[in-house]
């Protein structure tokens, strides 16, 4: 009866301490021999796209931001009151110098001259008249004067009235653009009273400012290139016309003036312009693609492609690795950074899959993968 107690115990034990052994190697032996294995093991190379940083001649630029102006517009007004009569232009309409616009009632002023008119031709029958009797020493020398007079008075009244008839008739000054009509027929149109805005658009001004250490860069005639967000993908040529006489006291910049051509009209006053001033020779910088850089506030960086064993003195030869580097970035200009430091002619740099790897990351090379080039305007 003991035997069976002892063999029934020892089996129990030995039991239990089979199932203990196999509860050990599967919840704490095998995961942690797995856990070692799998983090010991080298992780696979992540796949990037690089470019070769290369030198480039850049043109020297000052850039600006500014607004177009017409070169002349003015409120067509009438220099004197009336009806409006007749309306000979439509809004938006090009004009030439001399066209008529408007044309205002002159009903009153045309019967006035009418009866000065036939005024003057009376007396000057009277005048006659009394110089033939003056003649035969019957009329007296001074009511001629006085007839003489009154002629000359009604020929000054006639020319009033001719002028003041003039001036209803409104004409455009010059060649130029019309704005919106602000007008209709049968209303009154006070003297002064805007009747339409003309503006003279080609050329067209593009006034911007630059700084004070730009200013000295800046002279007459220099060529310039404007953009517009009314036309993204054009370019529009022009050149230095004339800079601001005083520095503006609120924001320490000058105003400059630029005239670019503007034969379709397809720039409006009121516009923002983009301006780059090209000014010097042409210069010979080191710059990469604009994705290859990382803009942060704790310093631009790129990430350049070295050979692996420069950061793990165990790595194969033919493997690749990551190095993050830190640079002073310069001019932003179609798609391409200027490197002031950091970088040399020949350096790869990371253009495409930063999101995936750090410093000391092992890579391959795959340009398939590149980015499209970015469409930036040239900033500094």
Same mark, same amino acid.
């Given at each position: 009866?003991?035997?069976?107690?002892?063999?029934?115990?020892?089996?129990?034990?030995?039991?239990?301490?089979?199932?203990?052994?196999?509860?050990?190697?599967?919840?704490?032996?095998?995961?942690?021999?797995?856990?070692?294995?799998?983090?010991?093991?080298?992780?696979?190379?992540?796949?990037?796209?690089?470019?070769?940083?290369?030198?480039?001649?850049?043109?020297?630029?000052?850039?600006?931001?500014?607004?177009?102006?017409?070169?002349?517009?003015?409120?067509?007004?009438?220099?004197?009151?009336?009806?409006?009569?007749?309306?000979?232009?439509?809004?938006?309409?090009?004009?030439?110098?001399?066209?008529?616009?408007?044309?205002?009632?002159?009903?009153?002023?045309?019967?006035?001259?009418?009866?000065?008119?036939?005024?003057?031709?009376?007396?000057?029958?009277?005048?006659?008249?009394?110089?033939?009797?003056?003649?035969?020493?019957?009329?007296?020398?001074?009511?001629?004067?006085?007839?003489?007079?009154?002629?000359?008075?009604?020929?000054?009244?006639?020319?009033?009235?001719?002028?003041?008839?003039?001036?209803?008739?409104?004409?455009?000054?010059?060649?130029?653009?019309?704005?919106?009509?602000?007008?209709?027929?049968?209303?009154?149109?006070?003297?002064?009273?805007?009747?339409?805005?003309?503006?003279?658009?080609?050329?067209?001004?593009?006034?911007?400012?630059?700084?004070?250490?730009?200013?000295?860069?800046?002279?007459?005639?220099?060529?310039?290139?404007?953009?517009?967000?009314?036309?993204?993908?054009?370019?529009?040529?022009?050149?230095?016309?004339?800079?601001?006489?005083?520095?503006?006291?609120?924001?320490?910049?000058?105003?400059?003036?630029?005239?670019?051509?503007?034969?379709?009209?397809?720039?409006?006053?009121?516009?923002?312009?983009?301006?780059?001033?090209?000014?010097? !020779?042409?210069? @010979? %910088?080191?710059?990469?693609?604009?994705?290859? &850089?990382?803009?942060?506030?704790? /310093? *631009?960086? =790129?990430?350049?492609?070295?050979?692996?064993?420069?950061?793990?003195?165990?790595?194969?030869?033919?493997?690749?690795?990551?190095?993050?580097?830190?640079? !002073?970035?310069? @001019? %932003?200009?179609?798609?391409?950074?200027?490197? &002031?430091?950091?970088?040399?002619? /020949? *350096?790869? =740099?990371?253009?495409?899959?930063?999101?995936?790897?750090?410093?000391?990351?092992?890579?391959?090379?795959?340009?398939?993968?590149?980015?499209?080039?970015?469409?930036?305007?040239?900033?500094?």
């Amino acid at each position: 009866m003991i035997r069976r107690i002892f063999y029934f115990l020892l089996v129990t034990v030995l039991l239990g301490g089979l199932a203990g052994g196999i509860a050990w190697y599967a919840f704490d032996f095998k995961p942690k021999f797995l856990a070692e294995v799998i983090l010991g093991s080298p992780l696979p190379p992540e796949t990037v796209s690089a470019e070769a940083v290369r030198t480039e001649n850049w043109q020297p630029q000052v850039a600006g931001i500014g607004t177009l102006t017409a070169v002349d517009g003015i409120d067509i007004t009438p220099q004197v009151g009336g009806v409006v009569k007749e309306i000979k232009f439509d809004s938006g309409q090009d004009v030439k110098k001399g066209e008529l616009l408007v044309v205002l009632d002159t009903d009153t002023e045309v019967a006035d001259m009418h009866s000065l008119e036939a005024q003057l031709a009376n007396a000057e029958t009277e005048l006659k008249r009394k110089e033939t009797l003056a003649a035969k020493g019957i009329s007296p020398r001074a009511e001629l004067d006085g007839l003489r007079t009154q002629i000359q008075t009604l020929n000054a009244g006639i020319e009033r009235l001719k002028a003041l008839i003039a001036q209803k008739s409104i004409y455009a000054p010059w060649d130029g653009r019309l704005g919106l009509r602000e007008i209709s027929l049968g209303s009154y149109l006070a003297a002064g009273q805007k009747t339409v805005w003309l503006q003279k658009i080609n050329p067209i001004y593009a006034d911007f400012t630059v700084t004070e250490a730009d200013y000295g860069r800046i002279s007459k005639g220099l060529p310039v290139t404007a953009r517009f967000n009314a036309w993204p993908n054009e370019t529009f040529k022009g050149e230095i016309e004339i800079a601001d006489s005083r520095t503006s006291g609120e924001s320490r910049m000058i105003t400059v003036r630029a005239k670019i051509a503007n034969p379709e009209g397809r720039l409006l006053p009121g516009m923002y312009a983009n301006v780059l001033v090209d000014e010097g !020779k042409p210069e @010979q %910088v080191v710059a990469v693609p604009q994705t290859a &850089v990382t803009f942060s506030l704790y /310093g *631009d960086n =790129v990430f350049v492609v070295v050979a692996a064993s420069k950061v793990d003195p165990k790595a194969k030869a033919e493997e690749l690795a990551i190095e993050r580097r830190f640079i !002073k970035a310069g @001019q %932003v200009r179609d798609g391409r950074v200027q490197i &002031v430091s950091g970088l040399k002619p /020949g *350096d790869q =740099v990371v253009t495409a899959g930063q999101n995936k790897i750090d410093q000391g990351s092992k890579v391959v090379i795959n340009n398939s993968i590149a980015l499209k080039a970015q469409d930036s305007a040239t900033i500094q």
